[in-house]
Each structure stands twice: as structure tokens, then as C-alpha cells.
């Protein structure tokens, strides 16, 4: 028998598209505006290789988001109705809009829920932020915006400033630059 006649046929979908199958599923949240795209494109690339689904959330469900570089999407669902049984991790969308992040409280919610049930917890840039306020990262070693050193290390974090930090299944970056290594350090985490 053939490789090709060995390989599991794909489903196709009523238009003819091809079904992804997923291992698991992370919830990202979004800022409403401001989002850091390439940073967002990277980690959810990275994911959907390992056969890791994405559901995208923000403020408002069906609404159109607009990120720094100007790109534009419709998030999947509303933060407010989530929780993190479903999902095997979490992901803060950084930006220049993810200091709205760390005011909300679902967004709290749903990160003590993830460090809570061991899962993946990812953030970049300034919605690092929000870990902090969440309590989530004492004696970890995180990075994020160099603004935030002070607030994290009062938190109880040790701060250290490179491209992107993990300290197990902890997961940051510094800003939208790290995005490859963010994108590869979340892949890391999810496979194990």
C-alpha cells in the first residue's frame, strides 16, 4: 500500500473546505482596540501547527476589532460568557490598547481560573499587566513592557527583561517583536 492510499482522508466541510480537527482549544482575549496583530498572527500560527485551536474573545461579541497596524477582525464570542473549563490555556493580547486588560474583571477571573486548573497562561507586552493585578505572578520569572518592571516586581515577579520568559507553563513576552519566540515558547507548553 501506497503513503498516499495509507493517509486518513480529510473532511470537507458542505463547501467543500477542509474541517481542522483540534488536539485543544486556547481562549485569546483581545483589547478592543489597539491590539498588537503580529505579535496575535505568530501565536495562533504557532498553535494551529500543533493542532491547537484558537476562540478569540474581547468586550463585545460579533464585534469588528481594529489592532496598531490597522487590521481589522470579528472576534469570536464575549468575554463576559467565558470560562476556562473548556480551553487548555489563556492568551492577553498585548498592544497599546491591552492596558484596558488588566481593569477588567473577567479578564481576572478567567486568569486566576487558568493558573487555578494548571493551564497555559500567555500575555505579551503591556497586558502582562494584567497578571500582575491577577496575583498570578509571584515568585515567577516574567517579562513584558519595560514600564511594568516596578508593578510586576511588586507583585512578587522577577523581572528579567529578555524577548520572552517561561517559567513553566507561564508564558511572556517583552512586546510585539517577540512574537515568533512567543508563538514557539506557547507550542513548547501545549506539547507537553
Request: aromatic content about 6%; overall charge neutral; charged content about 25%.
Amino acid at each position: 500500500m501506497s503513503k498516499k492510499e495509507a493517509a486518513p482522508k480529510q473532511q470537507l466541510d458542505e463547501l467543500g473546505l477542509v474541517v481542522h480537527t483540534y488536539v485543544s482549544t486556547v481562549l485569546v482575549v483581545v483589547p478592543p482596540s489597539g491590539y498588537a496583530e503580529t505579535t496575535l498572527r505568530y501565536a495562533r500560527s504557532a498553535l494551529f501547527n500543533v493542532h491547537v485551536g484558537t476562540r478569540v474573545v474581547s468586550s463585545q461579541d460579533g464585534a469588528f476589532l481594529r489592532g496598531e497596524l490597522q487590521d481589522e477582525f470579528q472576534v469570536d464570542g464575549s468575554l463576559a460568557e467565558e470560562t476556562m473549563d473548556p480551553y487548555s490555556g489563556l492568551i492577553l493580547c498585548g498592544g497599546v490598547g491591552a492596558g484596558w486588560l488588566a481593569e477588567q474583571p473577567d479578564v481576572l477571573r478567567l486568569t486566576r481560573a487558568a493558573r487555578q486548573q494548571d493551564k497555559l497562561i500567555g500575555a505579551f507586552g503591556l497586558a502582562v499587566a494584567a497578571l500582575a493585578r491577577a496575583d498570578v505572578v509571584r515568585r515567577k520569572r516574567v517579562t513584558g513592557e519595560r514600564l511594568l518592571r516596578a508593578q510586576l516586581e511588586a507583585a512578587g515577579a522577577r523581572y528579567t527583561g529578555t524577548q520572552v520568559e517561561r517559567d513553566g507553563k507561564l508564558v511572556t513576552g517583552l512586546d510585539d517583536a517577540s512574537g515568533f519566540r512567543f508563538g514557539k515558547a506557547l507550542v513548547q507548553v501545549v506539547s507537553i
